[in-house]
């Protein structure tokens, strides 16, 4: 038992476990929570019940006079009352007060000690509390016996519903955040991931206040930790396979900030997906999934607890997390210098993008708040061709100011530290999805190994005439005739004309953010010929 006093929340159970080590966490686990077992090798393998997945739509930020004029209010920070959230915390404590024992980690976000803040994790799960261990950054001993007041307090009652009538409330989901006060309340969901993304909303609102920019991203350094480059790219683009690179060190894979300093990771670990994982595809991965790592609603063998990774009978969403010094190349501390290049990874499954181009410092920012990526035809019922997506900032759903801050200190950062930036390409070329081809791995590969060794800085480039940017002309390793896309197309005015309704899908998507951005961002945008 831990003399740590929790009454100021209203908590005032008396067995409370403090950073419990993993062996114990599994033990309490295994002993606590049904169905809660071992892999075959050596993670504990939990599950989330019903919700196995964010809840985007059931997030909701405080309304507070000091972060009224912040925050960018609308359906990505729905508003929720003070009353409301003094409720729904009353309701996490009530909760947590019925259980016999509870489970607190505390942690650090943020590798650089001049910005990390203190987050104090409060839960009745042992799984929970094994994720925390793994995605927060771990004290020391010392650091722990000095730990202090939390600047940060998750309280995680998510096995207890939210009540639908209160104000504000559309589900029995409720994932609160008091920005004011930085506390947490969660409410109907055991998906541990809203705890990890919570600390990252937190982050996205106090970092640019400090002029750091926050970023949903991944990054690598080179080993003599010179040169840094940063990786943006929604789901399916290829942002984990490609900054797991065997000649770099990895500073993240999710989560970093961009400081006076330099790059610096968030988290003390990685949430990877583990859907369809081989250790042939992805072997860092693989191996990383053993003891003191967490794997979340998956399907194993009852008989030799192998885990078949590729059941999707619970959820596509399956995850493992692990502490980032499970990863054999980590660049520990997860530190890194002013990045050389910036890349914007895009699956253009119409085939309009080409593989390559650089990006002026306008362009950069209006690509940023445009976060773009298209899924392919045939995921759902009567969807015949690529749908686009975007999502501002490659991480709207964790933005609390508008996408044009975030832009604005990219662009400034970019300016101030001379940064490259490349939007690459990872989808079709030769026509869209059905009729042309996937670019390949290889060559990606050779794009950005070409990136790292400085040979595109001063390669010969044309000008796009749809989106106006530098398309490169000449990449060793990669074939001449893929470079531009519109030449790779059987049908010249086919190409033409998915391309003008692309640049339609990018202008009407941008209406929304234009009275936020600067008239030179706008009109980097792409045009109509």
């Not at 003094?86 to 309701?91: A, C, H, I, Y």
């Not at 995605?135 to 939210?162: K, S, V």
């Amino acid at each position: 038992m831990t003399t740590i006093d929790l009454k100021e929340l209203g908590i005032t159970v008396q067995d409370i476990k403090r950073n419990t080590a993993p062996s114990e966490l599994y033990e309490e686990a295994i002993r606590r929570e049904p169905g809660t077992t071992i892999s075959d090798l050596g993670a504990l393998i939990a599950y989330s019940g019903t919700k196995t997945g964010r809840s985007p739509s059931d997030k909701r930020i405080t309304r507070s006079p000091e972060a009224e004029d912040e925050v960018w209010w609308g359906s990505v920070n729905i508003s929720l009352e003070k009353h409301s959230f003094e409720v729904n915390r009353e309701r996490a404590s009530d909760y947590l007060n019925t259980l016999d024992r509870l489970y607190v980690f505390d942690g650090y976000a943020g590798w650089d000690p001049k910005y990390r803040i203190k987050v104090r994790v409060i839960c009745g799960r042992p799984y929970h509390a094994l994720f925390m261990h793994n995605m927060l950054i771990r004290p020391t001993q010392e650091e722990l016996a000095d730990f202090g007041e939390p600047d940060c307090t998750i309280l995680n009652a998510g096995a207890f519903p939210a009540n639908r009538y209160t104000t504000g409330m559309t589900s029995k989901t409720s994932v609160d955040l008091d920005l004011a006060n930085r506390q947490v309340v969660i409410l109907g969901t055991e998906y541990a991931g809203e705890m990890k993304k919570a600390v990252f909303t937190l982050m996205n609102y106090l970092m640019p206040k400090q002029g750091v920019l926050s970023m949903h991203c991944s990054a690598t350094v080179d080993p003599e930790r010179t040169h840094s480059t940063i990786l943006f790219g929604l789901s399916g683009t290829g942002k984990t396979t490609l900054s797991a690179d065997p000649h770099r060190l990895l500073v993240g894979d999710d989560e970093h900030c961009w400081s006076d300093d330099g790059v610096f990771n968030i988290e003390g670990g990685c949430y990877a997906k583990a859907i369809y994982l081989t250790r042939e595809a992805e072997p860092q991965i693989f191996d990383a999934l053993r003891f003191g790592a967490v794997l979340e609603n998956v399907v194993y063998d009852k008989a030799d607890h192998h885990v078949d990774f590729d059941n999707t009978s619970i959820t596509e969403n399956t995850r493992g997390a692990y502490p980032i010094e499970f990863i054999d190349n980590a660049a520990i501390p997860c530190v890194a210098p002013h990045p050389t290049n910036i890349i914007f990874l895009t699956c253009d499954a119409f085939g309009v993008l080409p593989p390559v181009a650089k990006l002026t410092a306008e362009q950069a920012e209006y690509h940023f708040i445009s976060g773009y990526t298209a899924k392919v035809a045939g995921t759902e019922v009567g969807v015949t061709e690529p749908q686009a997506t975007f999502s501002p900032c490659f991480g709207g759903p964790f933005l609390v100011w508008h996408p044009g801050k975030y832009a604005e200190l990219l662009s400034s950062k970019i300016a101030q530290h001379n940064v490259n930036v490349w939007l690459i390409n990872t989808g079709w070329t030769g026509g869209a999805y059905g009729t042309g081809s996937r670019i390949r791995l290889k060559h990606t590969r050779a794009i950005i190994d070409a990136i790292h060794a400085g040979s595109l800085n001063d390669a010969p480039t044309s000008t796009d005439p749809w989106f106006g940017f530098q398309t490169l002309r000449d990449v060793p390793g990669v074939p001449e005739e893929i470079l531009a896309p519109q030449s790779t197309w059987s049908d010249p005015d086919a190409y033409d004309q998915t391309a003008a309704k692309l640049v339609e899908l990018f202008r009407n998507n941008f209406k929304s953010y234009e009275s936020g951005v600067r008239a030179d961002v706008l009109a980097a945008g792409p045009s109509r010929k």
